[in-house]
C-alpha cells in the first residue's frame, strides 16, 4: 500500500479484556516497529522485528504484552487483561531496511481501557 | 533524569518568525539525530536526519547536531500556520539497536 495501515483507529475496551491491534507496512519493507504514546509523551519504543522475528522486544513492558508478524508482512499487537493504564496511542512504523531515516509511521490505534 | 529531554512548550509565533526547538541528551552513544513533525492524530512525519555532529539544510528547515555539548536544534524560517504542529527530536545509535528514543515533543503555533 501507499502508507502504513493500522486498524482499528480507534478501540475502546473493558478493563480485563484482550485486544488485538492491527499493522500493514508498506509493501517490501521488512523491518517493523511498534511504539506507544501516552498524552503530552513521546513515543516510547516497544518491539522491533525484522522479517518475521521479533529482533529486539525490550520496550515490551510486561508479559501481557505480545506481538507477531507470521509471514514476515502484517503485524498484530495483542493486549492481555487490559488496565486503565494500556490507554494510548499504538504506533507501528515500517523501513525498507534498519535505520531511522527510512520509518514510515501509520497514523496509529488509540486504546482507551474503561 | 530522562535520556532525551525537550521542552513541552507550546512555542507560540507570528507568522514569518524564525522557530528554535532545541534537545539535549545524556548518552555520548547516541549517533543518529532526528527531527518528526506530528499533527494532531497523526503519526510522526520525518523532517531531517542527521548523523553524528554538523549541519543538515533542507529548504525552509536546518537540523543542528553538536555532540560535544549533547544538544539539538531545529530551526524553522520563515514560519507558517501550516508548520504548526508538535514537533519530536528522536536518537538511535546505541548498542546497535534500531529503536528510537523520543524527546516529549514542542508543540509550535504559528498565528497568521
Known amino acids: 500500500g501507499a502508507g502504513v495501515s493500522q486498524t482499528p483507529s480507534n478501540k475502546v475496551t473493558e478493563k480485563g479484556k484482550y485486544v488485538e491491534l492491527r499493522c500493514d507496512p508498506i509493501s517490501g519493507h521488512t523491518a517493523l516497529y511498534w511504539y506507544r504514546q501516552s498524552l503530552g509523551q513521546g513515543p516510547e519504543f516497544l518491539i522491533y522485528f525484522q522479517g518475521t522475528g521479533a529482533a529486539d522486544d525490550s520496550g515490551l513492558p510486561n508479559d501481557r504484552f505480545f506481538a507477531v508478524r507470521p509471514e514476515g508482512s502484517v503485524s498484530t499487537l495483542k493486549i492481555q487483561r487490559t488496565e486503565r493504564g494500556d490507554s494510548a496511542v499504538y504506533l507501528c512504523?515500517?523501513?525498507?531496511?534498519?535505520?531511522?531515516?527510512?520509518?514510515?509511521f501509520g497514523s496509529g490505534t488509540r486504546l482507551t481501557v474503561v | 533524569q530522562k535520556e532525551v529531554e525537550q521542552d513541552p512548550g507550546p512555542l507560540s509565533v507570528p507568522e514569518g518568525a524564525i522557530v528554535s526547538l532545541n534537545c539535549t541528551y545524556s548518552?555520548?552513544?547516541?549517533?543518529?539525530f532526528m527531527w518528526y513533525r506530528q499533527y494532531s492524530r497523526k503519526g510522526p512525519e520525518l523532517l531531517m536526519y542527521?548523523?553524528?555532529?554538523g549541519n543538515k539544510e533542507d529548504g525552509r528547515f536546518t537540523a543542528q547536531v553538536d555532540k560535544s555539548s549533547k544538544y539539538i536544534s531545529l530551526f524553522i524560517r520563515d514560519s507558517q500556520p501550516s508548520d504548526s504542529a508538535t514537533y519530536l527530536c528522536a536518537m538511535s545509535g546505541v548498542e546497535n539497536t534500531d529503536k528510537l528514543i523520543f524527546g516529549t515533543g514542542t508543540r509550535l503555533q504559528v498565528f497568521p
Open positions: 512504523a515500517s523501513s525498507l531496511r534498519p535505520g531511522g531515516e527510512g520509518y514510515t
Open positions: 548518552n555520548s552513544a547516541f549517533q543518529y
Open positions: 542527521t548523523y553524528s555532529s
